[in-house]
Each structure stands twice: as structure tokens, then as C-alpha cells.
């Protein structure tokens, strides 16, 4: 796989989460080929291969995916980066797409659909869910691995650190506010439900459409209020 352009790959682990190790595997077709950052509160082992690489990082940070992924920026060389969830998966589309995007003039946000690996099998409900909140109200979220310019990141601001959750929703409409696009890849992106499974597919679902809600509508109300003034 031949990248035109450098690509900084930063991904974001939680205290006892070891779901990164799986997307070794995913990742290594681009060792060599693409700047990863591994950034956690802890520290964590790579494999030794993995460590003979000058292009893998491993950096520490505070606690937060915001603050995580704001601090791997920092220590990117690239000028696009990838936003991948430790508890991402790749389809046999997904490296062939950022290939392909990558050949272009990047201009805006981009997202994978997203479907699951796996959790209950009422997720086929939730990933059409995710195919029209992305899709048809352009409101992608972080499991959906945004990819985008340096400049346009530093356009938005980076991501939220104070924001108790929904650093990526928040983003994507600071994104709509600056009339940056954004726009999806065709291909596909696999997270983990497990946590459907855990906690309970309905309440972890309603949880999250509550949660989603709540916040985008401050974020609507803001903005029609500053286009009035």
C-alpha cells in the first residue's frame, strides 16, 4: 500500500482497556508507511517489532479521549490524520479506501460507515441508526474514524477537553458551523458492542439517543442563535 501523503494515525486507550492489542494486527500493513501514535494514561508494551519502529509512538497523556487525542496531535509529523477507537476493526474496503482518499486533495471531515463486530443481533438496528445519523443528518461520530487535515484541525479548535462526553459530536458541529464538509468514505469501519452486551442493549441504546439528543440541540439552539445576531 503506497500513501501519497503522510499519515498520522492517533489512538486514544482507556485505563484497562486492552482491545488495542487486537488492532495490531489490523494496523501492521502500514508500519513503515504511516506515523502511529499510541497515546494513553498509562504506559503500555508493544510488541518488540513494533518498538524497533521509529514511526510508532508511545506517548502518555491525561485522562480523556480529548485530551489524549489533542496530545497525540502534538506529537504528529503528518498532515493528515486518522482518528481511530482502540476498539477499531478494518474491512477488507477499509485500507483500500484511505488509500484512495489519500491520493486526493483531502478537504473537510471523513467517515467510514460503521458496523459491528460484535453484541446483541438487534446491532443491525443500531448500525442503521449510525448509516442515517451520519449519513442523512452528517453527524458521524468518533467510532467512525474521522480522518481530516491538520489544517482543518487546527480550524476547529481540536477536540473539547471540557466536555463531560461527546467530544467527537461536538466537533462534527463545529465542523457545520464553519461550513467544513463533511463527508463520508465509502467503505466500511467495525467497532466492538460488547458493551450492548454488558449493559444491556436497550438501555445502553436509549442512553445514548438521550445523551445525543440533549447535547445537540444545545449545539442547534447556539447556532441558530448566533446566525440571528
Known amino acids: 500500500m503506497k500513501l501519497a501523503i503522510k499519515l498520522s494515525i492517533i489512538i486514544p486507550i ?5 482491545s488495542w492489542r487486537s488492532l495490531l494486527r489490523e494496523l501492521e500493513p502500514l ?4 506515523e502511529i501514535i499510541f497515546t494513553s494514561s498509562e504506559a503500555i508494551s508493544l ?31 503528518g498532515e493528515v490524520f486518522w482518528f481511530l477507537h482502540s476498539d477499531s476493526k478494518f474491512s477488507a474496503s ?7 482518499l489519500l491520493q486526493k486533495s483531502i478537504k473537510g471531515i471523513y467517515f467510514f460507515d460503521l458496523s459491528f463486530f460484535e453484541g446483541p443481533l438487534l446491532m443491525n438496528l443500531n448500525r442503521i441508526g449510525v448509516w442515517i445519523r451520519s ?34 459530536h461536538l466537533l462534527i458541529w463545529r465542523a457545520h458551523q464553519l461550513r ?20 444491556g442493549w436497550l438501555s445502553t441504546t436509549q442512553r445514548h439517543l438521550r ?5 445537540g440541540k444545545v449545539e442547534w439552539q447556539r447556532i441558530q442563535k448566533e446566525k440571528k445576531e
Open 14 to 18: 482507556g485505563p484497562g482497556d486492552d
Open 47 to 77: 510488541p518488540k517489532e513494533w518498538n524497533e519502529d521509529s514511526l510508532v509512538k508511545r506517548i502518555t497523556a491525561p485522562l480523556g479521549r480529548a485530551k489524549q487525542m489533542n496530545a497525540g496531535v502534538t506529537q504528529a509529523t
Open 135 to 168: 449519513r442523512l443528518l452528517k453527524l458521524p461520530f468518533g467510532d467512525q474514524g474521522f480522518i481530516m487535515t491538520r489544517q482543518v484541525f487546527q480550524h476547529l479548535g481540536g477536540f473539547s477537553e471540557t466536555a463531560l462526553y461527546g467530544e467527537d
Open 31 to 34: 508500519l513503515s508507511k504511516a
Open 211 to 215: 445523551l445525543t439528543y440533549q447535547q
Open 180 to 199: 467544513i464538509p463533511v463527508k463520508p468514505i465509502q467503505a466500511l469501519l467495525l467497532t466492538s458492542g460488547r458493551k450492548y452486551s454488558d449493559n
Open 94 to 100: 477499509t485500507l483500500v479506501a484511505v488509500d484512495k
